[in-house]
Each structure stands twice: as structure tokens, then as C-alpha cells.
């Protein structure tokens, strides 16, 4: 079991570091024919090992099965030469994909990535500007009416608009009998305490605005957020690294596009529409299998005293 673990770092990690350095001097570990493996050979695909998998050959009878794993690297290697692997146009085409692929990473990061570096103020800055985006945690405080069809709920609407009160209408016809005594209040609840329906339609609602009827398991709601509760902001530290991401991103996105906006005004670029048109009417080559139906998930239970 041991060998197949050793085997399969050794392809994870080895075949990306095969190229070795010309004319390195010193005794070598190893020889293949004329190939000479030294210990500088061998410490750097040791180093390109993931930390997890340096700990399966740290000792002395580990160092000695990931030479020989080296070994037989280069003997696949040699094999593979010999039979004219590297002629193939399959290979040739994986070579120049890879070139092409390695190319772009080069340009992205020199061109792109050295422009979108994001410095500690600018962090600062966004903190500072958004502090209203990075609360801890918002309370809400809601009633409701809930009746059986959105039918029932639009007569509830219009009962509303022409002025009638919300705590009278819920007491008279919600069926969540809890709270319609109390005027339809739920009283204040945090996120993920209602079910998720509501909590989108109540969170979306200024203080003393009716939703539209929104649907749950449980039916038609009409929803009036009647207060809300906002606590601290996170600390600076620790929203930190989120902010370097978000502001990293947008200005890669911005140094990304201006410059193919340049690259673009020093080459022809011709975007065939008819042709692609007719590609899109095509039927595709390979047909993806559609996915098994899966088991209707168990709804919640309610939550709160909605019923």
C-alpha cells in the first residue's frame, strides 16, 4: 500500500520537475545509462513534494524509495523516447497547449498581477468607508399574517391599502394562531431562526414596510418589519484578508481588460458570427447524461411559532 501512496506522489509531483540543470557538478546518486541523478536533482523534486507527502521519505529508507522512484521516472522517460512517444502529434499538440498555457501565466502574472497589488491603506480605507457591511450580526423584528393561497393573501393587501390596521386583520384571519393574538408578532429573531423565505422577504423590507406575499411550507405570508436591531462592526483584523481579496480581484479584472482593450489595437481580431451562429445550432458532439432524480429534501421544521 505504501508503494502505490510513494508511486502516486511521485506522478503527482516528479513528471512537473523533470528538467535538470546542465553541467551540475558533484557525485551522483544515480545513474541511468548516461544520465547522471545527483543530490541536487534529487532535493529539488524532494522540495516540489506537498508537506504531507515529504513526511513518507524523510528517512533514510524513505530517501532511498524516492530515489528509486526517480529512477524509474527517468527509465519511463528513456522508454518512452525510445519508442517515439515525444513524435506523436498527440504529444506535440499536449506541448504546445502546455507552452501556450505556461505562456499566459508568465504575461498574467508580470503584466496583469504586479498591477493589482493592493496596498495596507487602500485595505484601510474600504474598511473604513463599508463599516456597515461588515456587522456581526442584525436582529429583526417582524409580524405576519399567513393564510392558505396567495389568493387569500392578495385580498389581505388590499384590505391594508384601504387603510385597515395590520394587527386587526392578523388577529382576525392569520392561521398562525401564535402570533395573530399578539397582532401577528413574532417578535425578534436572528439569522437562521425563520425559514429562509421569510427571512429574505423581512430582511429586504424597511422598518415599518409590507411585503408583497411570499411563500413557505407553511403558506402565504404578509410580512411588516417593525424593527431591527444592528450590533458592532467586525474588527479591522478580521475582515482583513477578505477585503485584500475583494479589492485584489476588481483591480486584476481592471488591469486584465485594459489590457487586452491595448492588445487589441495592435491586432486584427475577427469574430466569424455566422459561423458561430451556426456552431450554436449544431447539436452538441457529446452529450452529457442527465442527472438522477434525487429524493425530495425533508422540509424544516417550523421554526419560531409559525405553524
Not at 546518486?29 to 534529487?42: H, P
Request: proline share 3%.
Amino acid at each position: 500500500m505504501k508503494r502505490i501512496v510513494a508511486a502516486s506522489l511521485l506522478v503527482f509531483a516528479l513528471v512537473a520537475c523533470s528538467k535538470k540543470d546542465a553541467g551540475q557538478k558533484g557525485p551522483y546518486l544515480a545513474k541511468i545509462d548516461n544520465t547522471a541523478i545527483t543530490a541536487a536533482d534529487f532535493d529539488r523534486e524532494f522540495s516540489a513534494l506537498p508537506d504531507y507527502a515529504r513526511q513518507l521519505f524523510t528517512d533514510a529508507s524513505g530517501r532511498e524509495k524516492f530515489l528509486n522512484e526517480i529512477v524509474n521516472k527517468e527509465l519511463l522517460y528513456k522508454e518512452a523516447i525510445k519508442k517515439g512517444f515525444d513524435k506523436s502529434p498527440d504529444f506535440n499538440r499536449k506541448m504546445e497547449e502546455f507552452k501556450k498555457l505556461t505562456l499566459v501565466s508568465e504575461v498574467f502574472e508580470k503584466e496583469i498581477m504586479a498591477k493589482a497589488r493592493v496596498s495596507d491603506q487602500e485595505i484601510r480605507d474600504y474598511y473604513d468607508k463599508n463599516k456597515d457591511s461588515f456587522v456581526v450580526a442584525t436582529e429583526l423584528r417582524a409580524s405576519h399574517i399567513l393564510v392558505k393561497t396567495e389568493e387569500d393573501a392578495r385580498k389581505v393587501l388590499e384590505r391594508l391599502k384601504k387603510g385597515e390596521k395590520f394587527e386587526a386583520i392578523a388577529k382576525a384571519v392569520s392561521l398562525d394562531t401564535s402570533s395573530a393574538k399578539n397582532g401577528g408578532d413574532v417578535g425578534f429573531f436572528k439569522k437562521g431562526q425563520m425559514v429562509p423565505e421569510f427571512e429574505r422577504a423581512a430582511a429586504s423590507l424597511k422598518v415599518g414596510e409590507i411585503s408583497m406575499p411570499v411563500k413557505t411550507q407553511f403558506g402565504f405570508h404578509i410580512i411588516k418589519l417593525t424593527d431591527k436591531k444592528t450590533g458592532a462592526p467586525l474588527e479591522f483584523e478580521k475582515v482583513r484578508d477578505l477585503i485584500s481579496q475583494k479589492l485584489s480581484g476588481e483591480k486584476q479584472k481592471e488591469a486584465f481588460d485594459a489590457y487586452i482593450t491595448e492588445l487589441k489595437k495592435t491586432h486584427t481580431v475577427d469574430i466569424n458570427k455566422e459561423a458561430l451562429a451556426k456552431m450554436a445550432q449544431e447539436p452538441a458532439k457529446t452529450e452529457v447524461p442527465m442527472k438522477e432524480e434525487q429524493p425530495a429534501e425533508k422540509k424544516e421544521e417550523p421554526k419560531k411559532d409559525e405553524k
